[in-house]
Nanobody, 122 residues
């Protein structure tokens, strides 16, 4: 059974930083992704990292501000978010895919965390 537990969300002022964590268990050699969903909007891709780390993907809206990384010893994936904007406000979800490659498509992910709220005030 794959389990994903997120933490690190909160309230931050515009221009600030947050780091989200996702502790994963129950699967190896998988790629991991971060998605977000704002009220009234569809869930959207944020970032993904293939198993080897050679394939790292970002949405255009976060490129240069967010960084996805992985600690293999603890099987934890991080999303470092800098220069946050009010439009980054959303519930952030981590997800696991059986493919080792990483993907933009949420349908390629079969396990999801419970989500963590990120609120950026202006």
């Amino acid at each position: 059974q794959v389990q994903l537990v997120e933490s690190g969300g909160g309230l931050v002022q515009a221009g600030g930083s947050l780091r989200l964590s996702c502790a994963a268990s129950g699967r190896t050699f998988s790629s991991m992704g971060w998605f977000r969903q704002a009220p009234g909007k569809e869930r959207e891709f944020v970032a993904a990292r293939g198993w080897s780390g050679s394939n790292t993907l970002y949405a255009d809206s976060v490129k240069g501000r967010f960084t996805i990384s992985r600690d293999y010893s603890s099987n934890t994936v991080y999303l470092q978010m800098n220069s946050l904007k009010p439009e980054d406000t959303a519930v952030y979800y981590c997800a696991s895919s059986p493919s080792p490659l990483g993907s933009y498509d949420l349908q390629d992910y079969d396990y999801w965390g419970q989500g963590t709220q990120v609120t950026v005030s202006s």
